[in-house]
């Protein structure tokens, strides 16, 4: 159940890095929705490995099998299960690092944790389980469709460049998805430097839910702003996450942040759209901090299993920044989050919204 | 189940802030651990209003009944329900709140969401709800304490000030729990200032959990920063939540953020002692943004019930400054986030830690 | 979590049987339905020790206290929070069994599990941690009334005393609540024959669900067959559980078993409303055995905590058949099974029924 | 979450009878344990059609695929999925009851549930979908054989012919798996009769756990009883459970059904090994009733998706008793629900058992 996400729409992933295949099931998708094969994978090639000169070189197809709960093209009420074969694991790539613990990976942790690891790739804990979350989330967006509710994303800051504005539809037109397009190419420059010097840099990915209408997440322990934090801060290489105006209106009063409302309109969003945990009617606003990667090609200090430390450079292919592929991976925790209030607030009043 | 938090060690409050009482039943804890009412009281004590010149002045002595899952001053291990009565509830003052929104507070969303609601004193979604969380988090301390595992908590930031330093023993000394006594002064003096022009300010809390073993917390859906999140933001009046490095790390490379480990210490601690979702044997760094409180004395502009808006300035007594009072709460749900860690790392490896 | 029933509607009860009170919290109970307290109470009084002389004498008066997710006579959709004082505690007459295992009981089991018990009256493992069912049980038949589903329930043997018809108004009308009045008198005589040799007898419950739509419950692992089986055997001194035809189809073949359905009605009843897990329409019915008390007056063998057995009589209050006062605990288990059903149900479909 | 079982060690099935597949997601195996594919195909094999002249014809070889979750033969600690492809699905022989509701079958209830329905076998109401339960449970029962755990099953009566002694030796060496071979033969006489009238019979299956220590399982709503009741009435065709003594004890009293112990061994065991919920370290015994299969050859009266009946013959390769292959899946199930016991028993105490 610790793979697990969501309540009524719940999603559990599977699957190791350098194992036969990834994927994920879905229990709690309704009845006669469409499930559009072609929308799954348009999202998987978002978020796929090689898709573009600043992510990992390895090379990834992922291409997605609906193996259960859909027939005849609707969804049948029953789990869906979907499935992508892993084909490019160089895992010998990694047989240097079965004894050591990555500086910044999970290594340790999991030995301490198990006992026991897969070490080809991270196993278990390679941002390849991301996979399942992403073809999860295709579905719940288009479920969410269905009711007026429609999510974009974009990586809004790299390193010290910061977005200056939200235009969502440039967002796709560049590498990094950034939804300004002049400060993406900055973006882009940081990232090929670092590249270039075997390093890796970080920043921050911000999501938008449009068309919730109020009502949406529950009181005190499933708040939305607590869902949407589990569910970004369960995405790997994430560090922080914020709702509305987070961190930064702490520096506020407030009479600046109590967003003003006419019973129609907000003049404000510090809310990020969610009070007292519930939806207010005004959009959806996630931001989430992104590490810098820790899989780096420079020399680095490493703990040793039988004690010690030794200096090893990690061979393999990195993404110098990871944000780019993160945005699908947020639109899809985010996607399903407010897909589970969705279906919560049915069964509490009993109707479509 | 909305209403709960963990799956192992789970809480579950109940209580509107102007009911009979609120409160909160406790299950999973195990048995023949020591039940001090004492502890839970101090705890208490701290969350209490009415504490502190800079905190609200109604007064609630917040008085504890262990009604259930102790016998002779030890957990049966059975379900532990714990009582706290409301007495000074001046309900009259929220009769003009009956029918208009306050900007900030969730009376419309609650309006949207159950059709119908408790407005006094904001009901459910009133702070008071965090008594339960506090008295439940006082009993995740004392089972915690037995393995070793501490907790402690500040005020570091307050508007603009922020502290310089972590003197933990500090903290408790001061109105504003920082653990900079220097910066405490200053942050008194923002928060009074804020008092006087009926408006408030916000700021940051931090949490520290020491001697945390490695290997607590799950992969993938129940990272420990997925859990520690969920649990921070689940607290009334907070937007933002980070761990270890957070925001700030996403301006640095992995190079410097990749924290060093010998295989005994770590030379820094960005990932917030949490790797892959796992605990890493380092300090659990856990920092929440607290926005301004949003019931402020100013007049402001609100929208009615049955259409249009109003000017109305909110009677009652407020904190002008949330920030001292979610210290405790922050560490109770900690607390409580890291004993179902624990119980659910013995129930993979059966053994003690 | 292991004191919570259901998923939607969930039900968690606390108490022992000789702490200061026992109670239950309820939560996911829409709002803005009526919440009769005299209507809980009527429920509580068909429980309630003393009511006859075929019950145990122990005096409860049972008095509710609702202390939450209650306002102005209507639910608030938050946590409902019930609880009832214990009273007339004799713990003295428990002071002989503190260090010997009753036969039967769960005396111990409970000291294996937990290496510490409260042995007061059974301390958890009494038949009063029932209280909190019934009353939220109550929650549930009044929430279900209003989709025009309802529940009765009787003892329909005792013994090898069976009832030969559901006369269901008739089963109020007498101590053993048989629906067949003659049945009842020989009931009632086999019941004082074995108080009167300080024994127990053992019998069946009935319950039948009438109004339930055809399509709640859900396939595979939520089965409402298998929801329901759970509710019965979680109730004290259960020991089977079947539904329609049960173990008795069992002699028979599928062309006389298989229920003929025109499509308005069914024919026969064998499946008890529940094919494929989920309502067809057709009455819900359910029986479950009730063993003989376990309490007893007699002298019996008991093994001694430190090693050795020795020959105790039970002093105390005891229930001579259980039956009659399992009535309402089954009833209102399940009214909480198809509370349950009935919200996720709506949040399938996303309408009422 | 609906097609989920268990807390702590969860399995969920997934696939409909006429997909691409059928299969299940286990969460919770510890880490570390041996996984033998052998032991799991073992298991596969005792539940797969066409074994036997008294099992529907359908061929399925039933392979299965573990996906993840184990590198180099032993557990990691993290999802296992586990695949069986559908090779032999006659789907055009439902053709013609793509508009019929079938007597005793979930058609109706489907229909009603979902809207739309995969006709094709029953689609996920098939049988078909035990394959992930029996899968799942063979990698239980390699779990809880390294606590000293184990468990056996049989068909313990067909119709009226019931098995005299439990020689659990012998019940894999007779086609319906009694473990009394003389009765064995009269019930596949039956079986071979109903058969050759196009009919079905029904039965009860018997499951014991050996080996299980006193104090797994918890009080109130999740007592071993309750847990296995569960697990028992969601697998399909059953509809009645008992433990211990079930509705046989009821005919008698308390002092001749409160099993005598003496601290070590218990003179009988009416309590089926579990008293108070827990288990008390006797066998635990579990029974359930087996209706006579719905699929049936027999013309029989169905209701018509569009109004009005029809009288069809259900062409297809039926199992006129079903028992012989519920005794895997009852075997499974029971040790499911008992590995689940487990875990959270070594949550509640920190050590092994």
Chains 1, 2, 3, 4 share one sequence.
């Not at 941002?127 to 509710?149: F, I, K, M």
């Not at 009070?275 to 989430?288: A, H, K």
Request: net charge neutral; aromatic share 6%.
């Amino acid at each position: 159940m610790s793979s697990t996400f969501g309540r009524l729409f719940t999603i559990t992933t599977f699957g190791e890095s350098h194992g036969p295949a990834v994927g994920v099931l879905v229990d709690g998708l309704p009845p006669g929705l469409p499930v559009d094969p072609a929308a799954i994978q348009r999202d998987l090639d978002r978020r796929r490995p090689g898709q573009s000169a600043i992510t990992t070189q390895r090379q990834e197809a992922d291409r997605v099998e609906i193996v259960s709960g859909v027939f005849e093209g609707l969804s049948l009420g029953t789990p869906v299960m979907m499935l992508v074969r892993n084909t490019d694991q160089r895992s010998k790539d990694y047989d240097a690092l079965k004894d050591v613990f990555r500086p910044g990976h999970a290594d340790y942790a999991y030995a301490q944790k198990y006992g026991f690891r897969d070490h080809r790739g991270g196993g278990r804990s390679s941002g390849r389980e991301t996979v399942g979350r992403v073809a999860a989330g295709a579905l719940a967006r288009s479920a969410l469709a269905t009711v007026g509710v429609s999510l974009v994303g974009g990586t809004v800051r790299v390193g010290d460049v910061e977005a200056s504005h939200r235009n969502w539809d440039e967002a796709e037109q560049n590498l990094v998805r950034c939804p300004d397009a002049a400060a993406a190419e900055k973006m882009i420059a940081i990232i090929e430097h670092a590249r270039d010097e075997k390093d890796s840099v970080g920043g921050v990915v911000e999501v938008v839910a449009r068309g919730v209408p109020a009502g949406w997440g529950d009181p005190t322990m499933s708040k939305l702003d607590a869902m949407l934090g589990a569910a970004m801060l369960s995405i790997p290489a994430t560090k922080g996450v914020e709702i509305g105006g987070g961190f930064g209106m702490t520096f506020l009063r407030g009479s600046q942040t109590n967003d003003v409302f006419d019973g129609e309109r907000y003049e404000t969003n510090f809310a990020g759209g969610i009070s007292g945990g519930i939806s207010n009617g005004n959009e959806i606003v996630v931001r989430v901090a992104v590490r810098p990667a820790t899989s780096i090609g420079k020399p680095q200090v490493m703990a040793k299993a039988g004690g010690g430390t030794e200096k090893v450079a990690i061979e393999g292919r990195h993404d110098p920044c990871i944000c780019p592929r993160v945005v699908p991976v947020a639109e899809a925790m985010a996607a399903i989050t407010l897909m589970d209030a969705w279906l919560r607030q049915r069964a509490l009043r009993g109707h479509d919204r």
